[in-house]
């Protein structure tokens, strides 16, 4: 099958996440580059990513880059930790070449694998993330190339996200889980002094990890680390920043009910939002692989 030509014409940077995650990603871009227009997809009906194989998630994720590429998106932000460290280098190396080589598609391990060198005191290091994640290495590979004294120890959640995705945020059982995995991942390394919430859902549970996590750690959230780093990229890029349109407006998109998102998205958001139903098949690939 011939490859579909993509829109030459400059569009709003694309945000993708296999839920609702992202969204608080996206609230620290708009915070920091409120001038860009942005494009937010949201896989709901398949999510959550982290328990899936590496062939799904690289999948579902391909799907979705290259839908909001056909939808006039250059740049694409993987507001999502499972698909950053499952799907991004094969989307990469292996789509990219295939699909445009000008368009770009970044993750968010890197940029938050960047700002924990000058964070660490102790230089040990610990994640909170979802399985998927976790069990990737990425933070790890990512953040042991930066620094190569630095100590990572990781530790699967794998009940935070769907109690955010279900807004269970300050109940007896969410502050159960959450105090034990602290502690579990504590018990691994008593020298951490860092914890990158590495998926986006998790800084919705702030309040209850600063609660129980030890007075001389500090954690990290990952949105406003990404947002300067893309607000870097396009300034070392003009190139790029060009093919980004800028009224300020920000659109929507989910795979799952639309009333049923725009319900929860605004909790994320802090504002109303009105979003629309979209399918992500394979039939919305341009080309065969």
Known sequence: MAVVKLPNTPGPIGVFDSGYGGLTVLRELRRLLPQYDYLYLGDNARAPYGSRSFE?????????????????????????NT?????????????LPVLDTSRRVLGVIR?????????????????LATAGTINSNSYNLEINKLYPD???EGHACPMWAPLVENFELDNEGTEYFVQKDIQLLMDKDKD???IILGC???PL???LIQKHIP???????QGRYIASSLKDYLFRHPDMAKKCTSTGTCRYLTTENNIIFDRSACRFMQHDVQSQHIELTEYNMPCEY
């Open 215 to 221: 007075k001389n750690v500090t954690v990290i959230p």
């Open 111 to 127: 940029p938050t694998a960047e700002c924990v060198g000058n964070i660490s005191r102790t230089r040990h290091i610990g994640i």
């Open 150 to 152: 630095i100590h990572v």
């Open 192 to 194: 951490i002094d860092t």
């Open 200 to 202: 986006t859902h998790y």
């Open 83 to 95: 698909a950053s460290a499952k799907a991004l280098r094969n989307i990469q190396q292996k789509d």
């Open 56 to 80: 799904l998630i690289y999948q579902y994720t391909r799907e979705a880059v290259t839908y909001l590429f056909q939808h006039g998106c250059h740049l694409v932000i993987l507001a999502c």
């Open 205 to 207: 549970l702030l309040p």
